[in-house]
């Protein structure tokens, strides 16, 4: 069947650090990939996006990678900040069925 | 803020009431969605409006009835719930309802609903 997943449900960094958050997809098809962030008593938020034509986007302080090969998809926040406290969730949207499906989000937690 | 602002932000019912939650979009949008999300789950896609016309129905129990009355405004009415109903509840917008296309989902704050 098809399943997103993230490898940890809870991150821990310290602020100044850099973040990478995983995310493992299991449909090959699954070609439009996107990051959404979750503040507590908030909705979810876009970051970012890529399809897989490509391996690398950048955003402001943050990058997605896509590696098909092994199916992974990860998320890289730069000089992690208190407000950077979220769930983060990825997504992904094969090209049969063109529906989105969505992990079950890591926490991150950023320590002072 | 997002531009999609849901109501009531919490809710309490017992089992035997009909209650209702709203969602609003100032966003010009066209396609509109209601999800569920439980602790420890993904996100799951429960209703699609698009041009106030239901587009999926993602095999949800009677007990939830949605309602489109424009593009502007979605609801979700319940009645006879059961306590694993319990969730946070997220109304979403989009421009026409294709993600697949890049379209961007923007979400409301959600309703938190405890069934009792």
């Known amino acids: 069947g098809e399943s997103v997943g993230l490898h940890l449900p809870t991150l821990s960094v310290q602020e100044g650090d850099n973040s990478i958050i995983n995310c493992a997809y299991s449909n090959s098809a699954s070609d439009y990939f996107i990051w959404y962030k979750q503040e507590s008593g908030k909705g979810p938020q876009f970051i970012i996006d890529i399809r897989s034509n490509m391996d690398k986007r950048q955003g402001q302080r943050v990058t997605v990678l896509l590696n098909k090969t092994v199916k992974h998809l990860s998320l890289q926040i730069a000089a992690t900040q208190p407000g950077d406290s979220a769930v983060y969730f990825c997504a992904e949207i094969p090209g049969n069925t063109g529906k989105l499906i969505f992990g079950q989000g890591t926490t991150l937690q950023v320590k002072p | 803020e997002t531009g999609v602002t849901q109501t009531p932000r919490h809710l309490v019912m017992g089992m035997t009431n009909k209650k209702s939650l709203k969602c609003e979009q100032h966003?010009?949008?066209?396609?509109m969605y209601w999800y569920k999300q439980s602790a420890k789950k993904p996100l799951e896609l429960m209703f699609v409006y698009n041009f106030k016309e239901q587009t999926e129905n993602n095999s949800v129990p009677s007990r939830f009835s949605p309602e489109c009355p424009n593009s502007s405004h979605l609801f979700l009415h319940l009645h006879t719930l059961q306590p694993e109903d319990s969730a946070l509840y997220l109304c979403?917008?989009?421009?026409?309802?294709?993600?697949?296309?890049?379209?961007?989902?923007?979400f409301g704050s959600g309703t938190q609903l405890s069934v009792l």
């Open positions: 966003l010009g949008h066209n396609a």
């Open positions: 979403a917008s989009s421009q026409t309802g294709q993600a697949y296309r890049g379209e961007k989902l923007f």
